[in-house]
Structure formats: C-alpha cells, structure tokens
C-alpha cells in the first residue's frame, strides 16, 4: 500500500506581527502575515528593501534581532511554538533542524580555521556523526555542490577560496546536520552573474535531493523564479502577492508562447508563468496576461 504524502505544513506563521524600536517608540516592522510551507517546498519570498523580508525570515526560525520583538501572532516549526519554546529546545533545533544561509559567507565563517573544521561543528555538536564521518560528508557536499577539488578545498581557510566558493562551503554547512529547514537570504546578491547561476542551480539540486524545505529571500524576481515553488510579496510589512505556482516555460525562436510577443525582447529564452492573482508590478517585467489569473513573467535570460 503507497503512502499518503505528509500534508502538515512544517512552519506555519499565523498573523505574525512585528515591531522594531525607533528611539523610544516601537514601530511595526510585520503586520500580521501568514506564511505556511510544507516538507521539501521552496518559498520565494521577494519585496523592496526594508519591507522586512529578513525580519519575517528570522521569525520563522523563532529569532529576532536585537531592537526587534514579536508583537503578535504564532510560528510553529513541526507543531513546536517557537514563540514559547525554552532556550534549550531551540538550541537544540537551530543548526541541526533549521539552518540560516546569510547574504555575506565571508561574514559568516571564522577567517582563523579551516573550512572542514567549521563545517563539522555542527553535526558533532548535537551527536550526529563523529569528526571523520561528518568530515567525509563534508566532501560529498562539497562535491554535490560542485566545489573544485572537493577532498582538498576544506583544508582552506576562507580567505583562500573565492566568494561564489565560499558561498557554497556555506551552503553545505547548512546542510551537514540535514535541517528541515533552511533560511537563504540573498545568499547570491554579493556574487557576480555568472557565479550567482552556478551558486543558485547547485543550491536548487540540493534542497531537492534532500527534500528540505526552504525560504528564499531575494528581491530579484528571475532568482527567486527560478529557485521557489511559491513566491510570496511583501511591501511594507505586508503581504502583497502569493504566487501559489511558478512554472517555467522554455521557448524557441520560432515559437514564442507568450500573448504579447511584440513586447518579448529577445528571440528564445525562458519565461515563467506565475499563476498569480495580481500584477507584481515592479517586481516583474510582465510580457503580457494570460486570462485575468496569470501573468507571464519574463526573465531576461536568454540562451
Ligand atoms: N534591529 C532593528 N531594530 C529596529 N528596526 C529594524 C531592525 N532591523 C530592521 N529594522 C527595520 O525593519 C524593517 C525591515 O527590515 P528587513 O531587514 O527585514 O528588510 P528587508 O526586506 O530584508 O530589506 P533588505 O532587502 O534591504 O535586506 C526596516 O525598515 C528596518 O529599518
């Protein structure tokens, strides 16, 4: 008898509201969004600077930064209230369960040791493998990841490797433990285009080889087509937009699928259609509707 496949959303945010303090007032950063995202699924979430993409982002993992505080509102990661959890249960969780990919690796490893070393940290330290055997896995990430020279490059200390590398070093170190989870905001916005392909593509096969679930944070909108499941837009503290489907449509020169080809600037390329209910207006260079619900998004990369 197969299986019915797990339904039961691993987060879920209900009417999460949050504040940030300004001098001596508490202005609210979040008001009241919901975000649900099960086993294995990839969110996009995408809006202008400051509309609080990060704050949301940390919430779900049950953080927030210092002069920030959760005003209202649930989070539960796998029926756990993270709101409410004791130190200790989320210690346990972070790292091991739910991992964070941030904007700047560099920022992110110690520059005094190398990178295997940082990497099997985390699996040591919540018993999940031993120095050697997380090591190893260290390299069959590094590989799966297409990191050069995958036995020797951890034996580099950070400043030794380039950034769309350690980039990918991070990648993997957020996966040594297998989260269910991981948080990558704008782990590519530092890299130059052609890197960014190659970092966004490993990062894509891997979140889907091990079923994790992830929440995309990017205010490009070809990235985050290309990477979530789902997009959601947020402007201002509020949601703005769900995309529930993204789907990529591949075209050739001599047949454009797109309504209003006259406005297509290039011959052949992809497009994703994001069956959504509004126009994503600045987020998006829309090549035309298709029926009241869709919109085809364009991309501007060509082949
Ligand atoms: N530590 C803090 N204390 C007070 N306010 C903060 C703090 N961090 C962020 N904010 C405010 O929260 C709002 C949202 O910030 P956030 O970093 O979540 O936005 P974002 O969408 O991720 O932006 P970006 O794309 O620029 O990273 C901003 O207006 C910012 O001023």
Known sequence: MTQAPDTTP???????????????????????????????????LIGESGAGKSTLGLAAMGYTRDGVRISGGSVEFDGIDLLTASAAVKRDLLGKRIAYVAQSAAASFNPAHRLIDQHVEAPVQHGIAGR????????????????????EIGFRYPHQVSGGQLQRAMTAMAMSCRPD??????????????????????IRDIVAQYNTAAIYITHDLAVVAQMADRIKVLLRGEEVETADSVEKLTFASAEIAVPNPARAPFLSGFAYLLRCRKYLGEFAKVLGGCGEEEFVICTAWTT
């Open 10 to 44: 691993l987060v879920k945010i209900r009417d999460i509201r949050i504040d940030g303090r300004s001098d001596e007032t508490w202005l609210p950063i979040i008001k009241g969004v919901n975000l649900t995202l099960q086993r294995g699924q990839v969110l996009g």
């Open 132 to 151: 050697k055997d997380s090591a190893e896995d260290g390299i069959a990430l590094y590989r799966k990841l297409r990191l050069p020279n995958p036995e």
């Open 181 to 202: 989870l991981i948080i990558f905001d704008e782990p590519t916005t530092a890299l130059d285009v052609t890197t960014q392909i190659e970092v966004l593509s490993a």
